[in-house]
């Protein structure tokens, strides 16, 4: 069954622990939650922090809940991370793809609809929204 997580009044976020396959540990972090948003997302300093190779892929281009432009042409692939339980990483970790959010963005990691939808990781009490991509951008 999914994790479940009713948070009614702010964006939908988790704890979850992300491994650092360099640092051989798990760092945990919390994650927002965002069905306007195709992709996941990290900031480029906690990307940093894991020590995963980057790669260059076509620009895309969003737009946060504010206003402001988000773009990026970098991700990171196959980052193994997990739901927190208590600082004790599942065992059954799984992998995401994350493309790299510039300096400023408003999280540290983000999970975009593809992945809470095709994981069935998190269930919604109401619409969520933090980006929503530029219209003809292009996917990864």
């Known amino acids: 069954m999914a994790d479940v997580c009713d948070n009614e009044k702010s964006p939908a976020k988790r704890k979850i622990q992300m491994y650092s396959e360099q ?8 994650a927002l939650f965002d069905t306007g948003s195709q992709d996941s997302w990290i900031s480029e300093d906690f990307a940093a922090e894991l020590e995963y190779s980057i790669e260059t892929v076509k620009l895309s281009k969003y737009y946060t809940f504010t206003g402001e432009t988000l773009e990026s042409s970098k991700i990171i692939r196959n980052v193994r991370w997990c739901i927190d339980r208590g600082n004790v990483p ?12 510039p300096p400023g963005a408003p999280f540290v990691v983000l999970f975009g609809r ?16 933090i980006l929503t991509k530029a219209p003809d951008t292009a996917g990864w």
Not at 23 to 30: I, T
Not at 90 to 101: N, Q, S, T
Not at 114 to 129: G, K, Y
């Open 23 to 30: 640092r051989d540990e798990w760092r945990l972090v919390e």
């Open 90 to 101: 599942d065992a059954r970790g799984r992998y995401a793809d994350f493309r790299i959010a």
């Open 114 to 129: 593809d992945r809470i939808f095709s994981e069935d990781i998190f269930r919604f009490t109401e619409a969520n929204l």
